[in-house]
């Protein structure tokens, strides 16, 4: 939930969470959003979103959309959202395809659009668990899916600015929580 909290959605704003799983966010960001704003959650997995579904439909939340789909390919037009939010999906994703992933968040981000990523954390000294963790990624992708990606680098190069990153340690892995906003392009 800190992610969302340094997210800092607003009343009436537009949100995706791409890979939004089985729905565990979306209460959270329904709230902020309240009865004027939009949730959309993006996942690959059909199975994720029936599960997501019910949970929405259970909670009697009326203002959110789901779609099935991937990060490369946003469907919403140009500057149609306030914010974006991932949680332990971006490294999931093959390195060459994330700074595309990126580029799509910001082509649908608004000027003043936000980005909120939860990862594991690439470290320059990384502890013992991270190097554990890291070693096990490596041996086996298929079942350690996730690995710790370098946040700050990647979103700044993608063209954010203004990051502010936070970092925590979950069962002994770096975690890194960061917000950046979407750099306009200038005229």
Known sequence: MHGLQMLQIQ?????????????????VLN?????????FGLDLSAGMLGIAKNKVKRLSLSNVDFLQGDGLHLPFP???????????????????????????CKRVLRDDGRIGIVTLLQKEDPGWMDKLYT?????????????????????RNAG?????LREMSMWGLAIGILVATKIPVQK
């Open 11 to 27: 009343p009436g704003e537009h949100v995706l969470e791409i890979g939004c799983g089985t729905g565990e966010s979306l209460p």
């Open 31 to 39: 709230s902020c959003v309240d009865s004027m704003g939009r949730i």
């Open 78 to 104: 140009d500057k149609s959202l306030d914010a974006i939010f991932m949680s332990f999906t971006l490294e999931l994703l093959p390195a060459t395809e994330i700074p595309f992933v990126l580029q799509e």
């Open 135 to 155: 070693w096990a990624h490596y041996r086996w992708p298929h079942v350690i899916d996730c690995r710790p990606i370098p946040i700050e680098s990647i979103v």
């Open 160 to 164: 954010f600015e203004n990051s502010r």
